[in-house]
């Protein structure tokens, strides 16, 4: 059984050196979220096996599958998300420091549990 959350607001910091997006751990909370995986990812504090989550994130029309780990974020920053290779990949952005142009990263998400 799928049961859609909507309306909750990200505002990401594009990681690009993070390998897999992480969420706020409130957020994974408050929408009851599930971790559907585990896999053992490398940090800066060496490596940790963590559980994984899957969600749909809305952009402007676009709208992707996207993992997460859970981490505590929002207790320290103004954002709730690191957004990782994966989130660069999948919305397919190219960073130049020569004409670059800004990416508005804040966008609804909408969560799938399973």
Do not use: W
């Amino acid at each position: 059984m799928n049961e859609k959350k909507e309306g909750n607001n990200l505002i990401g910091l594009i990681d690009t050196g993070a390998t897999i997006s992480a969420l706020d751990k409130k957020i994974i909370e408050d929408l009851e979220l599930k971790s559907n995986d585990e896999r053992e990812i490398f940090t800066a504090g060496g490596l940790l096996k963590v559980p994984i989550y899957n969600c749909s994130l809305k952009h402007e029309n676009k709208i992707i599958e996207l993992e997460f780990i859970a981490t505590i974020i929002g207790d320290l920053f103004s954002f709730n998300a690191l957004l990782g290779k994966n989130f660069i990949n999948k919305f397919n952005i190219l960073f130049l420091a020569l004409n670059a142009r800004q990416f508005n990263c804040s966008g609804e998400i909408n969560i799938h549990v399973r």
